[in-house]
């Protein structure tokens, strides 16, 4: 397949090294989250924005439409992020609109490799991103966000996303570099 864009194979490495970092970013995350790492948790969420970023960044999709809907997400998502760490205003909802944001920057990322190279984690995580900021809302919003029954449920989902993840980074780092969108 031809393209008139310019996407040399530094840039596909640069895009695939965001998905690295953000997957670093995972791990600490869910494993702060597991153990109530606060620091922990604020570290994962930042290395994970930082990866997000480099990868919507160069992201390569046949309707610029597209990488500009996923990057002014991320983008935002981040800005939200760094308002609510930054800030003396330390509501949960920003947090989660903030991550929220990302994850549907994110849910495209994941969706274009799905349907471009039917990696069927990307079509899991595409539709797993909008439950997850929907239940995060309504665990804040029913004020039950420390109820350790809670607390272990969205452990074993933030468990098995990481998974899902690092089940999509294995398959995305073992594919030959440059490969065109297969639809």
């Known amino acids: 397949m031809k393209t008139d864009v310019y996407y040399p194979k530094s840039y596909d490495i640069i895009y695939r090294s965001g998905y690295v970092i953000g997957f670093i ?8 989250y597991i153990f109530l790492n606060i620091p922990g948790f604020y570290a ?3 290395i994970f924005y930082a ?4 990868s919507s960044s160069f992201l390569l999709v046949w309707k610029k439409e597209i990488k500009i809907f996923i990057l002014s997400c991320v983008i935002l998502g981040i800005l939200f992020g760094a308002g609510y760490i930054t800030t003396g205003f330390k509501s949960p909802e920003i947090l989660i609109i903030s991550i929220g944001l990302v ?14 190279f039917h990696f069927i984690e990307g079509w899991i995580l595409m539709w797993s ?3 997850l900021i929907f239940a995060n809302l309504l665990i804040y919003g029913l004020n039950i966000e420390n109820n350790g029954i809670v607390h272990t449920v969205f452990s074993i989902v933030y468990v098995i996303i990481m998974l899902l993840t690092l089940s999509f980074l294995i398959k995305k780092l073992r594919q030959p570099l440059m490969q065109f969108c297969q639809n």
């Not at 970013?25 to 702060?32: A, K, M, R, T, W």
Request: charged letters at 5%.
């Open 25 to 32: 970013g995972i791990v600490l995350f869910v494993f702060s």
């Open 103 to 116: 994850l549907a920057g994110l849910a495209g990322l994941y969706g274009k490799e799905a349907h471009c």
């Open 129 to 131: 991103f909008p439950v």
């Open 44 to 46: 994962g969420i930042s």
């Open 51 to 54: 990866g997000s970023l480099i």
